[in-house]
Nanobody, 115 residues
């Protein structure tokens, strides 16, 4: 099983980035997919989640209205569109897939918001 993130980089405050995570080796449609992030010296935290069954989404309060999670089962990919980025969004962003007791993580992609 592999989850491979891409799309991170350096962006100015107020800018946008779009992250992608391509999954392989698993039945993607059965997995709830999430994005987490971890800033230096801080614990990893959940950012957004999308249900496998209903497509329902959940976001942490600090990103509501700015970030959008989506998935395309045809290409086994989950996305995170990030708008109005703030310096406090700087972190390594990780893709996560969970189904029952099975859970997988990507290697992470760095997002830096700085002027």
């Amino acid at each position: 099983v592999q989850l491979v993130e891409s799309g991170g980089g350096l962006v100015q405050p107020g800018g946008s980035l779009s992250l992608s995570c391509v999954a392989s080796g698993l039945t993607f449609s059965r997995y709830d997919m999430s994005w987490y992030r971890q800033a230096p010296g801080k614990e990893r935290e959940s950012v957004a989640r999308i249900s496998s069954a209903t497509g329902r989404t959940n976001y942490r309060d600090s990103v509501k209205g700015r970030f959008t999670i989506s998935r395309d089962t045809a290409v086994n990919t989950v996305y995170l569109q990030m708008n109005s980025l703030k310096p406090e969004d700087t972190a390594v962003y990780y893709c996560n897939g969970r189904s029952g007791f099975s859970e997988y993580w990507g290697q992470g992609t760095q997002v830096t918001v700085s002027s």
